[in-house]
């Protein structure tokens, strides 16, 4: 109902999955006005640049005056949204607003999100009261904590959301629909929310390091950390003063992450410099 009320106006890019069979008879339910996409399935078609995609769907937006643009992913199980000015939001980004509508929307105890995600999540969590459990990077990792029975909401960094014990995994479809229902319960729209995460920055570089020498630099990292705020969860993460940093190896190439994120944007490079270089 409140969706109905709301009466958006959206551009849908199915990009050529199964979802577009579907999806159409559910938004003329909720009384929105439906602008799609790559509306119809077909598995022998390449993929298309997701880039180029993004970026035709945002001028569509902003040309049409769209409410937001979604483009799920041709599995059907992560979106990628574009504000009402065209600008496409970054997964770290649209991460801090569907976590901050969950929790002004539903009472809420615990939340799960990877290791890589934004300090923000703690912000947010804290005007609610709400405990944050940081996890692996990964799909696995995300259904086995939506398991546990405490856990109400697990988001991802990829644009993969859990938001119903119904289904343990992300479903693209229902993320779009969990989110114009928050946004309309709300009273807010994407471009407004996106403005309040503007001050998080992050800085990412990849470090090479040969395979023989990934033991000694983690013995060193687990030395180096001793004592701080730290999380020992896909590598390390650890707290610098305001900021954070993350560094983990990677699993299947010879180098390590090196990731920083800080409301000083300067000050977050000079932390991956600093590690980089040790």
């Not at 050529?16 to 006005?33: D, K, Q, T, V, Y």
């Not at 692996?136 to 990829?158: L, P, S, Y």
């Not at 650890?238 to 954070?244: I, K």
């Not at 983990?248 to 180098?255: E, F, K």
């Given at each position: 109902?409140?969706i109905a009320r709301?009466r958006?106006k959206?551009?849908?890019d ?9 999806f159409g ?8 006005e439906?602008?799609s996409?790559?509306?119809y399935p077909?598995?022998n ?12 769907m ?12 979604i483009?799920?992913a041709s599995n059907?199980?992560?979106i ?6 065209g600008?496409?939001?970054s997964d ?7 976590t ?12 799960a999100?990877p290791?890589?995600?934004s300090?923000?999540?703690e912000?947010?969590?804290e ?13 696995m ?6 398991k546990?029975?405490d856990?109400?909401?697990v988001g ?11 289904q343990l ?5 229902f ?9 309309a ?22 470090v ?12 060193l ?7 701080k705020?730290r999380?020992?969860?896909d590598g ?6 305001s900021?954070?940093?993350?560094i983990?190896p990677?699993?299947t ?8 994120e ?6 977050a490079?000079?932390?991956?410099a600093?590690?980089r270089?040790q």
């Amino acid at each position: 109902e409140a969706i109905a009320r709301r009466r958006f106006k959206l551009v849908i890019d199915f990009s050529h999955g199964g979802a577009s069979e579907i999806f159409g008879g559910i938004f003329s339910a909720l009384n929105a006005e439906l602008i799609s996409l790559n509306a119809y399935p077909d598995p022998n078609l390449p993929l298309a640049s997701s880039e180029k995609a993004l970026d035709t769907m945002a001028s569509i937006v902003r040309s049409l005056r769209a409410d937001l643009g979604i483009q799920l992913a041709s599995n059907g199980e992560k979106i990628t949204v574009v504000d009402r000015t065209g600008q496409v939001l970054s997964d770290q980004t649209l991460l801090l607003i569907v976590t901050s509508l969950f929790l002004s929307t539903y009472q809420t105890r615990k939340i799960a999100v990877p290791v890589i995600a934004s300090m923000g999540i703690e912000r947010i969590a804290e005007q609610f009261g709400v405990q944050v459990v940081r996890v692996r990077a990964d799909h696995m990792a995300m259904m086995e904590a939506f398991k546990q029975g405490d856990i109400d909401f697990v988001g991802g960094t990829r644009g993969g959301f859990m938001l119903s014990k119904f289904q343990l995994g992300a479903d693209g479809m229902f993320a779009t629909i969990k989110l114009l229902e928050m946004l309309a319960r709300q009273i807010t729209d994407i471009a407004e929310l996106s403005s309040e995460f503007e001050g998080f920055h992050r800085v990412t570089e990849q470090v090479p390091c040969s395979w023989n020498k990934k033991g000694q630099v983690m013995r060193l990292l687990m030395e180096h950390t001793e004592g701080k705020n730290r999380q020992l969860v896909d590598g390390a993460r650890f707290q610098e003063d305001s900021s954070w940093v993350w560094i983990a190896p990677d699993r299947t190439a010879a180098y390590f992450t090196v990731a920083a994120e800080s409301e000083d944007k300067k000050l977050a490079e000079s932390l991956v410099a600093k590690y980089r270089d040790q």
